[in-house]
């Protein structure tokens, strides 16, 4: 198993490379941030440029679990971001 580090939120998951391709965005310290997957109406939706692991589901329940137990947390830093915006 190959386990990337990277991080997933209420709309999109994402991960990390030390590699660049045109899709990906530089983070820093030669680190790029490539999303794999958007949430779309509880359902994910790959990428075309997204692995076939991604591609073919085989995540989905997994990462939809995920989602659900950290969305509550997801939601209130969500808001509590907006709201330093804002000010």
């Known amino acids: ?3 990337d580090p990277g991080y997933i939120d209420l709309y999109k ?3 990390t490379s030390t590699r660049f ?3 990906r965005i530089y ?3 030669g680190i790029y941030l490539e999303m794999m997957l958007l949430f779309v109406k509880d359902k994910c939706q790959p990428f075309p440029w997204s692995p076939a692991d991604f591609k073919n589901h085989a ?3 997994d990462l939809l679990a995920i989602r659900n137990i ?3 947390a997801l939601e209130a830093h969500r808001i509590e971001a907006q709201s330093r915006v804002v000010k």
């Open 70 to 72: 950290y969305k509550p």
């Open 21 to 23: 391709a045109g899709q």
């Open 13 to 15: 998951t994402a991960l």
């Open 27 to 29: 983070h820093s310290a």
């Open 59 to 61: 995540y989905d329940e």
């Open 1 to 3: 198993m190959n386990l």
